[in-house]
Every structure is written in C-alpha cells, then in structure tokens.
C-alpha cells in the first residue's frame, strides 16, 4: 500500500503544480513523507473518535498543497 499512496500522493501534486504552472517545491519523498505523516496522525485521530479529525486533515491538505505543489 505505501508504493500505491506514494506514487499517488506525488501524481496528485505533480498535477495541481501543472495546473499552475509550476514546478512542486519539495522533492517526491518530502512530498510523501508530509502527507503521510499528516494522513498517519489524522486516521489515528479519528479512530481515537475525534469526531473533527477528518474535515480538519482535509483542511490541512487544501492549505499545505498550494504552498508544496
């Protein structure tokens, strides 16, 4: 599963950089390493019950991409 998600968390942020023109300002594995580390920390949130984990990580994705991708 962690080739599957790497390759899809930098396919994801290879095209929002696209669709802007640019470049993405970290290498694949910090790409990956960030959003893993921020999947990871959520989806334990939740499974602890925090009923706000989930819309908080979908928040903290929408800020982090356009500054990493």
Do not use: W
């Not at 998600?5 to 960030?34: C, Q, W």
């Not at 989806?43 to 982090?64: N, Q, R, S, W, Y």
Request: proline letters at 4%.
């Amino acid at each position: 599963m962690s080739n599957f998600y790497y390759t899809d968390v930098n396919r994801i942020a290879m095209r929002f950089a696209e669709l802007g023109h640019k470049r993405p300002a970290v290498s694949s594995g910090a790409l990956y390493a960030v959003f893993d580390g921020l999947f990871q920390k959520y989806l334990l949130k939740h499974i602890a019950g925090d009923p706000c984990a989930i819309t908080v990580f979908l928040g903290e994705v929408k800020a982090l991409l356009p500054i990493v991708a």
